[in-house]
């Protein structure tokens, strides 16, 4: 078994590569949970292998997890005083849930790119009396959304930051070279 990173990493030197020996490379893994940076050193050419991370790793509780879980928060701040919604077996954490995890996870999260140009998304929540003239609909602000993406992507920054910092204190210099 290997970690999520070793996987990546051995799958970008599988296939075609400018990466040779003796290249540095730090690779960001962005999953669900957490954010992970390693770093390592290419220690033979073809077939290419690899050292172990040069560097301690850096990483923090920021993935994907952490847009779903400021979402909720959002909705609970949105949806706070509603309490109408719950009845006939409908509660809000459940209408906060089907929001969250259906809505923003398939309709919002994946496409939505921070911008001051970004448009305000609207979701259905049903028996929802939040504004007269459109009931049944929840508006989400495009500066609520811009907030909280930022907020985990300076997070993730600061993960790739902390590693190069790291990589160049141990006198290695990172491939800065983009495949073609």
Request: glycine share 8%.
């Given at each position: 078994?290997?970690?999520?990173?070793?996987?990546?990493?051995?799958?970008?030197?599988?296939?075609?590569?400018?990466?040779?020996?003796?290249?540095?490379?730090?690779?960001?893994?962005?999953?669900?949970?957490?954010?992970?940076?390693?770093?390592?050193?290419?220690?033979?050419?073809?077939?290419?292998?690899?050292?172990?991370?040069?560097?301690?790793?850096?990483?923090?509780?920021?993935?994907?997890?952490?847009?779903?879980?400021?979402?909720?928060?959002?909705?609970?701040?949105?949806?706070?005083?509603?309490?109408?919604?719950?009845?006939?077996?409908?509660?809000?954490?459940?209408y906060i849930?089907?929001?969250?995890?259906?809505?923003?996870?398939?309709?919002?999260k994946a496409?939505?790119?921070?911008?001051?140009?970004?448009?305000?998304?609207?979701?259905?929540?049903?028996?929802?009396?939040?504004?007269?003239?459109?009931?049944?609909?929840?508006?989400?602000?495009?500066?609520?959304?811009?907030?909280?993406?930022?907020?985990?992507c300076k997070?993730?920054?600061?993960?790739?930051?902390?590693?190069?910092?790291?990589?160049?204190?141990?006198?290695?210099?990172?491939?800065?070279?983009?495949?073609?």
């Amino acid at each position: 078994m290997i970690s999520e990173p070793e996987a990546a990493a051995t799958r970008l030197l599988a296939g075609p590569s400018v990466i040779k020996e003796g290249d540095v490379f730090t690779i960001l893994d962005a999953g669900g949970g957490t954010c992970d940076a390693l770093t390592y050193v290419v220690t033979q050419g073809l077939p290419l292998r690899l050292s172990r991370q040069v560097v301690h790793h850096s990483g923090d509780s920021c993935g994907f997890n952490a847009l779903n879980d400021a979402f909720r928060q959002l909705l609970r701040t949105l949806l706070a005083g509603h309490d109408y919604l719950s009845q006939d077996g409908a509660t809000l954490e459940g209408y906060i849930c089907k929001l969250a995890v259906h809505d923003f996870e398939h309709l919002i999260k994946a496409g939505w790119v921070v911008s001051e140009h970004s448009k305000d998304y609207s979701l259905e929540v049903i028996g929802l009396k939040f504004d007269a003239g459109d009931p049944n609909q929840l508006t989400i602000r495009s500066e609520h959304l811009n907030e909280i993406y930022t907020k985990v992507c300076k997070k993730v920054s600061a993960i790739m930051e902390q590693q190069l910092h790291a990589a160049a204190q141990s006198g290695l210099e990172v491939l800065s070279r983009k495949s073609p």
